[in-house]
Each structure stands twice: as structure tokens, then as C-alpha cells.
């Protein structure tokens, strides 16, 4: 059987985990990309993670620990969510430009179009 201190690390493991979810949910919910549901689910989660850490016991270092690491953790899934790199444009190296074609292309919708 584990130890209580393991179980409780883990615990704060886990609520840390939340609050980056929670923080990736952010920004998602307030672009209308993500319902109101799932960023309050992992909010709940959170504070159900963290809350169980005093259950019984009183504020120590692996509760203050897991509350630091658990706002890092949510500051870090914000940043990371509202930071999205646009995708790379790779049609240029999946169809190269030929300007030849291309010509030969318009010529023959001009053809088309009299």
C-alpha cells in the first residue's frame, strides 16, 4: 500500500494537469470554438484535486506546491492556446509554380470565356 504523501503528490500531479487543461479551454471557450461545459469541467476537476490535498490534513508544502504549480500550469495552457502558430503554407513545395503552365493555363480559359 502507498504511502498518504505519495497519494497526495500524485493528487496534486493530477490537479496540475487540470488547470493546463482548464487553461487550453480558455481561450477556446471565449472563441466560441469550445463549449462553456468542458472549461468548467476542467475547472471543477481542478479545484476537486486541490481541495482534496487539505482534506484531513493541514496546509503544507505539498499543498502550497500543488496550488503554485497548479496556477503555472494554468498560466502556461492559456499562453500555449492563445499563441497558436497558423498552420505552414506547403502548396508551393507540393505543386511548384511553373509560370510556363501557368500561361498556358489562362490562355486557354481566355479561349474558353470567347
Known amino acids: 500500500m502507498f504511502p498518504i504523501e505519495t497519494l497526495r503528490a500524485i493528487l496534486a500531479l493530477i490537479g496540475a494537469g487540470s488547470a493546463f487543461m482548464a487553461g487550453q479551454t ?3 471557450m471565449r472563441a466560441r470554438r469550445v463549449k462553456p461545459a468542458r472549461h468548467l469541467a ?3 476537476r481542478t479545484a476537486l484535486c486541490l481541495g482534496a490535498l487539505g482534506f484531513r490534513h493541514q496546509p503544507d508544502l505539498i499543498m502550497a506546491g500543488a496550488v503554485i504549480l497548479a496556477t503555472a500550469a494554468f498560466a502556461a495552457g492559456w499562453w500555449q492556446a492563445s499563441h497558436v ?3 505552414e503554407d506547403l502548396s508551393q513545395d507540393i505543386v511548384p509554380h511553373d509560370p510556363v503552365t501557368q500561361d498556358l ?3 486557354e480559359r481566355q479561349s474558353r470565356e470567347e
Do not use: I, V
Open 105 to 107: 493555363d489562362s490562355r
Open 85 to 87: 502558430k497558423p498552420p
Open 26 to 28: 480558455l481561450p477556446a
Open 42 to 44: 476542467w475547472m471543477l
